[in-house]
């Protein structure tokens, strides 16, 4: 991933120019994690997921 | 008198307060002489409350005076991660940044701790914004082991590990969002229970990352460990503790677990796995699945959701982090919101994965709590950040993943290593199997003593 794609992230999106100085620290972890978890989710994330399923799912599992 | 007291676990030292064998102003005076005294030369002390607590230590004995029936934990004094608010007092998160915040409300937890009549001594020392496994804390000083000083005591609960191993408190409430209750359970000598994602209440706690954050208890013994739990989930944990453990299945999984583990460690964990077997449990090998996605995952979820409350002050004060701090929130700053909404989204079915390679049809998984010996703290902060970072990712190498997936675990005591300190197995089950996980603690502290053991610095001899 290019560092200076992560440092315009910080100081535009996030508005945190300290941090963006410091972007190529991370850029390797950044871009690891990332690829996983896209590759992830295309291969196996049904389209009717939901980011609270996790929470429906402890509820049912809830004898108590 | 005072070593008397002081050596009482919570349940011992709660039943001597309702009968009075011991008054709480005795018990309360003994905590806070031993805070002020070993507390702060191990630097687990934030704040201590004395007037607060002496004159609710009195009327907790004028109560029982009046025969009146008594809750759980009546008249015994605690004291918890200075991440827990009550109303008016300070709460800075072991933080420059919050130093001067006073908290506007009172964390339930402690409000069903102030219900079943535990006294509030104070806050202990913790890693900053409880960003650590070790317990660092570059602005207010690392917290010490009491095993030996110049050694780590495990993070983030870094003084809630330190003081109930030195038998400056029975008991103390921690947060775990990475393995910050194990971590200092296991290298203190202590249980450190995780529970279930949102089954004990998470508001009025200074927040990491809500999807993963949780409370929870650290204590000596599953029974004291069991009370404390019952209170602050407000379930009864204590009923089925002495009911055995024949017949349940303990499942070993392999590979990703078995990687790192130091050989101290695994002659711990082999002779726990015989003492279990000897109770009568089953022992079944597993296989994890893709480890390096969970803690992928995990990774997302806490650094988004830590650098979404800490944006704020990473533009304004980014100089009052700790480096070693700031370079984990940082990331969550980096990746797209879709990466985000597809971990949690991805949660159940890879939490369900998880439970079905590692747990299969066993009752529970037993895992490393710490791989490796617990380092010195030199180890943690001096040279080549390379060696600090490796050293630090080793000691969450089997803890962090679970707080993705959601599910109770608890660092149990087993052994020590070659330099005199806690080796820990870690019980993990599917959702809400704490009474499961106390359980086999519970028989398993039967048949051995290391929870027994004392370290030097407690100075009860």
Known sequence: ?64 | MRSAIAGLDLCMLADAIATGDISSVEATTVALERLDLIGRKLNAVVRLDDERALKAAQAADKLRGSGASLPRLHGVPLAHKDLFYRKGDLSGGGSKIRADFRADVTATVIARLDAAGALDLGRLQLAEFAMSPTGYNESLGHARNPWNPDYVPGGSSSGSGAAVAARLVAGSLGTDTGGSLRHPGAMCGLIGLKPTWGLVPTDGVMPLSASLDCTGPLARTARDVARLLSVIADRDYEATLDTGVTGMRIAIPGGYYRELVHPDVVTALDEAVKALRSLGVTIVETSPPDMVLINALMQVVMSVEAATIHRRWLIERPQDYADQVRSRIEPGLFYPATRYVEALSLRAQITQQWIASCIGTADLALLPAISIPVPTIAATTEGDPADVARVIGQLTHCTRGVNYLGLPAASVPCGFDAAGLPIAFQLVGRPFAEVDILRVAHAYQGTTDWHLRVPASAELN
């Open chain 1, 1 to 64: 991933m290019r560092e200076d794609l992560l440092r315009q992230l910080a100081a535009e999106l996030n508005k945190a120019p300290a941090a963006a100085d410091r972007a190529p620290r991370v850029a390797a972890l950044v871009a690891e994690n990332n690829t996983r978890i896209a590759t992830e989710a295309v291969t196996n994330m049904s389209f009717d997921s939901s980011p609270y399923a996790y929470q429906a799912w402890l509820a049912a599992v809830d004898k108590n």
